[in-house]
């Protein structure tokens, strides 16, 4: 993806769909926790970090191993000298 930079308003970050996922560890998290966070598992095992920031209030409505579908883009999380992909939240529903 870091191959189509730079972004910006004429070229906004790709935005990808996943339906049929699997949602771990869903919490609130931030100062005023408005932020969601989760584990996203795809049919294959695959897991990701997600997060939408300044989401309503989700983690009373997202449970524990509950299918879901997601848009998001891809970030890049770097800390302590490791980099992580993961994925930027834009919207969610429970699948089906």
Do not use: Q
């Amino acid at each position: 993806v870091e191959c189509f930079a730079p972004f910006g308003e004429g070229n906004p970050h790709p935005i990808f769909l996943m339906r049929d996922v699997y949602v771990t560890n869903p919490k609130m998290v931030g100062k005023n926790f408005n932020h969601f966070r989760c584990y996203i598992t795809d049919k294959d095992g695959n897991k990701k970090k997600a997060i939408g920031f300044n989401f309503p209030v989700l983690a009373n409505k997202i449970k524990e191993g509950e299918k879901i579908d997601i848009v998001f883009s891809l970030d890049v999380d770097e800390w302590n000298g490791n980099r992580e992909l993961n994925l930027k939240l834009i919207d969610i529903k429970k699948h089906g």
